[in-house]
């Protein structure tokens, strides 16, 4: 606000009270010759000109006067910053350290209680869920539900495995899945072959040796995965990136690299152990989508 504005407000704030006071005290008493009415008949009915109950005056001044001392203490007269040094952000600071200070607290007793049984526990898990709305829910979805690139953490389907120990490693440090892009490496019989010894119901035989010879070392002889690459079970129906024909065929050309973010520099040893509780108790009452 500049200076002039502030002085304007002062001028108008001031100058109002002032005539606050001089309309109460002013008209306080009337000379009424006497007469106990106005004079004013309305069909019949006469005012009379009685003096403001006390109570009432009482009132309104008191109001005024903690008025002024309102406008005295704290901020309100244009950018006077009032005696008491109050301000917005040291409130809301103030009323911050006070929950922090709670919530550590509480946080300290999570961090003691070992991973499956704060998973059980229904205030750990309201608290758990807050702080994956603020840090996990822009990529998982605030149901942790996933999307495509972005695993479901609801069902009990890991690319990196969902024992609490695994969870708690993949939120510290972070996970990195490395794909290879086979465009180029593979003929594209090679690639229809493989893309459809994975996603149709007959199986081409041809299709299995390109998965022997290519794939098998990460994904596992059996197409079931590995969780120390992070390398998907590509036998289920659960697709990171989409198993339709065509998705699987992206995945395959192009390679894939999704990243999770590592939260050892964003979150303390305390709220990880409290999150991962809270993705551990969700898988183990998977719920249909
Ligand atoms: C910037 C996006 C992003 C954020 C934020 C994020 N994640 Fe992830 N997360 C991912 C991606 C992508 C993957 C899969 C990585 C891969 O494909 O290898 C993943 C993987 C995971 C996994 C492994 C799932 C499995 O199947 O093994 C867990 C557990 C997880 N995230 C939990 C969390 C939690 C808890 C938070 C909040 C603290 C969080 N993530 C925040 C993107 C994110
Ligand atoms: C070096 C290890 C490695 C090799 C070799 C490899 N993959 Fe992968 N693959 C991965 C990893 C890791 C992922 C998960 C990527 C991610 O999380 O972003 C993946 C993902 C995929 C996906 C996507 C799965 C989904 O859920 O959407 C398909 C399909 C796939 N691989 C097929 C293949 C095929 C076919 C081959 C052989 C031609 C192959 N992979 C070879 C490591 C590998």
């Known amino acids: 606000m500049s200076s002039f504005w502030s002085g304007w407000i002062i001028i108008l704030t001031i100058a109002t009270i002032i005539g606050l006071f001089w309309l109460l005290f002013g008209n306080r008493t009337r000379p009424n010759n006497g007469e106990e009415t106005t004079g004013h008949v309305y069909d019949g009915i006469e ?30 007269l244009g950018t006077f910053q009032g005696l008491l040094g109050w301000t917005q952000v040291n409130q809301w600071q103030q009323e911050n350290e006070k929950l ?4 550590d607290v509480l946080l300290k007793q999570y961090a003691a209680t070992p991973i499956e049984q704060l998973a059980k526990d229904e205030k750990a898990r309201r608290s758990g869920q807050r702080l994956f709305a603020s840090y996990c829910s822009t990529c998982h979805g605030a149901d942790a539900g996933g999307n495509t690139g972005f695993p479901n953490l ?21 996970r990195k899945g490395a794909m290879p892009a086979w465009k180029g490496i593979l003929t594209d019989q090679q690639l229809n072959d493989v893309s459809a010894w994975l996603t149709s119901a007959e199986k081409p035989a041809a299709g299995e040796q390109v998965f022997a010879s290519y794939c098998a070392a990460c994904h596992g002889a059996d197409a079931k995965g590995n969780q120390m690459v992070g390398a998907p079970n590509l036998t289920d129906n659960v697709w990171l ?3 339709g024909l065509g998705e699987v065929k992206t995945s395959i050309l192009n390679g894939r690299n999704g990243q999770m973010p590592a939260h050892e520099n964003i979150l303390t040893p305390e709220k990880i152990h409290l999150l991962a509780a809270y993705v551990y108790g969700l898988s183990q009452n998977p719920q249909p989508q």
């Open 47 to 76: 005012e009379y000109d009685n003096p403001l109950p006390s109570w009432w005056l009482n009132m309104f001044v008191l109001s005024m006067v903690f008025g002024i001392g309102y406008l005295i203490a704290f901020p309100g």
């Open 100 to 103: 922090d200070a709670k919530f």
């Open 154 to 174: 609801r069902d009990n389907d890991w690319l990196y495995g969902g024992s609490p120990d695994q969870i708690v490693e993949t939120i510290t440090r972070g």
């Open 241 to 243: 990136y989409g198993g």
